[in-house]
């Protein structure tokens, strides 16, 4: 089966603008979560979706947000971009209520300058 | 928050040892995870091991809820299993925390 596809692998912005990262989990997750991985400060938690409502938010300021489409597809954005932005975002997939078959997708690479 | 706290932060192998890698937590989880980060960055989950002990080849994990920690062993090391090793836990609903992982280097 298909895994988690996170579009655009690849991403260069300028400061000051905004970005729209796409995640499609596994058929039948209900459940991503989002993360930005950067070298300073590993993997950050920054929220998580189930049902297309947002279950759990992580410590990052507004200009960071989400939603999640009835098909369990999920967007980030991030407005307003900032040089510390540029990170390593990475969404992952889970069935629902649980971690089990908690999955990856291969991330986009973002950075700003 | 839960605090997760993973070591050695960085190890170095020769090709064929054995090693251990802890991760401590600092509240009562019920789940919890090992990932192996490979140098491309993809992430691969390794077990879901909430508490006990489980299985997968070379690989096996050993969680104790109760002293709150959680071991990953890799035997017979291999250059493949080079990269970084990240525990994550959660409790119930609560959002995930992940530790700052292992560094691992196979050399041949």
């Known amino acids: 089966k298909a895994g988690v596809t996170q579009t655009p692998r690849y991403l260069i912005k300028t400061r000051g603008q905004q970005v729209t990262l796409s995640c499609s989990p596994i058929?039948?997750?209900?459940?991503v979560s989002w993360y930005q991985q950067t070298p300073g400060q590993g993997l950050q938690f920054l929220f998580e979706?189930?049902?297309?409502?947002?279950?759990n938010k992580g410590n990052f300021p507004g200009r960071f947000s989400g939603r999640q489409f009835s098909n369990s597809r999920s967007e980030m954005n991030v407005s307003t971009l900032e040089l510390g932005d540029s990170a390593l975002y990475l969404c992952?997939?889970?069935?629902?209520?649980?971690?089990?078959?908690?999955?990856f997708g291969s991330g986009t690479r973002l950075t700003v300058v | 928050g839960i605090q997760v706290e993973q070591s050695p932060p960085d190890l170095i192998l020769q090709e064929g040892a054995n090693s251990t890698l802890r991760c401590n937590f600092s509240d009562s989880v019920n789940n919890l995870q090992w990932f192996h980060q490979n140098p491309w960055g993809q992430l691969i989950n390794l077990f879901y091991i909430p508490s006990g002990t489980k299985q997968n080849g070379r690989l096996s994990a050993t969680t104790v809820a109760t002293e709150r920690y959680s071991l990953l062993y890799i035997s017979s090391s291999q250059t493949t299993d080079s990269g970084v090793y990240f525990c994550?836990?959660?409790?119930?609903?609560?959002?995930?925390?992940f530790g700052t992982g292992t560094k691992l280097q196979v050399i041949p």
């Open positions: 979706y189930f049902s297309e409502t947002q279950r």
């Open positions: 058929s039948g997750h209900r459940s």
């Open positions: 992952a997939s889970s069935p629902g209520q649980a971690w089990d078959g908690y999955t």
């Open positions: 994550a836990v959660s409790a119930g609903y609560q959002k995930v925390t």
